[in-house]
Antibody, heavy 115, light 107 residues
Framework: QVQLVQSGAEVKKPGASVRVSCQVS????????IHWVRQTPGQGLEWMGW????????KYAQKFEGRVTMTRDTSINTAFMELSRLRGDDTAVYYCAFISSFDHWGQGALVTVTS | AIQMTQSPSSLSASVGDRVTISCRAS??????LAWYQQKPGKAPKLLIY???SLQSGVPSRFSGSGSGTDFTLTISSLQPEDFATYYCLQDYSYPYTFGQGTKLEIK
């Protein structure tokens, strides 16, 4: 069956970077765009952008432009989301997901930003 | 960015009740709207896409309607497993935006 398995929880200091991975299985990795969505207590659900695993093309929400980088490694069916210059309000659960009727989500990765 | 405004923010209801949740877009999005259900500690789950298409495997008591700026999610007869938080999502234009959520609680 289709699975998206994310990396584990992270604790980071303000100003640092974090990279979250999302390894997929059970379908052809290049068939569907992978989206990243985060969930914070204060802001609810927030769409961050997508990556086309086939071409590597990305689309980011303007809010995250310059701080987020989405990449993929097709040899290991894994997508990555790196967020830099972390702040306290980046504390959130980060999900990889398909935003379509092909509805599958990762389990989420908690990123805590604290000094 | 298109703002999605859900109402109400919270709702108390009983098993068997008919419940309606609304979502209003700040500008027209045709029918490019989805509804998600989320339970604590879990990822969102798609219920409805294209405003009114029922996702495979989702019970038929869930239905969606609307087009343009006004949308509705209806649960025809609440079941115990339906108590959760519901979100709308527009994926019509970038950035995709979610509503702030409606928490459905047991009365």
């Amino acid at each position: 069956q289709v699975q998206l398995v994310q990396s584990g929880a992270e604790v980071k200091k303000p100003g640092a970077s974090v990279r979250v991975s999302c390894q997929v299985s059970g379908y052809s990795f290049t068939d569907y765009y992978i989206h990243w969505v985060r969930q914070t207590p204060g802001q609810g659900l927030e769409w961050m952008g997508w990556i086309n695993p086939d071409t590597g093309r990305t689309k980011y929400a303007q809010k995250f432009e310059g701080r987020v980088t989405m990449t993929r490694d097709t040899s290991i069916n894994t997508a990555f989301m790196e967020l830099s210059r972390l702040r306290g309000d980046d504390t959130a659960v980060y999900y990889c997901a398909f935003i379509s009727s092909f509805d599958h989500w990762g389990q989420g990765a908690l990123v805590t930003v604290t000094s | 960015a298109i703002q999605m405004t859900q109402s109400p923010s919270s709702l108390s209801a009983s098993v068997g009740d008919r419940v309606t949740i609304s979502c209003r877009a700040s500008e027209g999005i045709r029918n490019v709207l989805a509804w998600y259900q989320q339970k604590p500690g879990k990822a969102p789950k798609l219920l409805i896409y294209a405003a009114s298409s029922l996702q495979s495997g989702v019970p038929s008591r869930f239905s969606g309607s609307g087009s343009g700026t006004d949308f509705t999610l209806t649960i025809s007869s609440l079941q115990p497993e339906d108590f959760a938080t519901y979100y709308c999502l527009q994926d019509y234009s970038y950035p995709y935006t979610f509503g702030q959520g409606t928490k459905l609680e047991i009365k």
